[in-house]
């Protein structure tokens, strides 16, 4: 499968921003899909990430209640809406794909496919 991020932008201290991570290759639900993050200096985190079987999610704490993972199986899209975002919530945020099927995690390394990232700046 082959991932592709974007959405990404400028977008003041408590506002919000949608990211899309559309796939082609292969049908989405057959994944689950990570949303992971980097900020410059700072090693890849993971945001959350949505199960292929029941679409369950998990999210990091620092994101719990602001950032919703959703899956459009008929756009073979995924998505991260992100709302009252802060200051430290800048960073580039990419999408990735497993066949892992249960339990769900939401490590970098047991994702196996990888889009872009695209680059989320949010000014105080």
């Known amino acids: 499968v082959q991932l592709q991020a974007s959405g990404g932008g400028l977008v003041q201290a408590g506002g919000s921003l949608r990211l899309s991570c559309a796939a082609s290759?292969?049908?989405?639900?057959?994944?689950?899909i990570g949303w992971f993050r980097q900020a410059p200096g700072k090693e890849r985190e993971s945001v959350g990430c949505?199960?292929?079987?029941?679409?369950?999610?998990h999210y990091v704490d620092s994101v719990k209640g602001r950032f919703t993972i959703s899956r459009d199986n008929a756009k073979n899209t995924i998505y991260l809406q992100m709302t009252s975002l802060k200051p430290e919530d800048s960073a580039v945020y990419y999408c990735a794909a497993d066949t892992m099927g249960w339990p769900l995690v939401c490590r970098a390394p047991d994702y196996s496919s990888w889009g872009q990232g695209t680059l989320v700046t949010v000014s105080s």
């Open positions: 949505i199960a292929r079987h029941d679409d369950s999610t």
């Open positions: 290759g292969s049908a989405l639900d057959y994944y689950a």
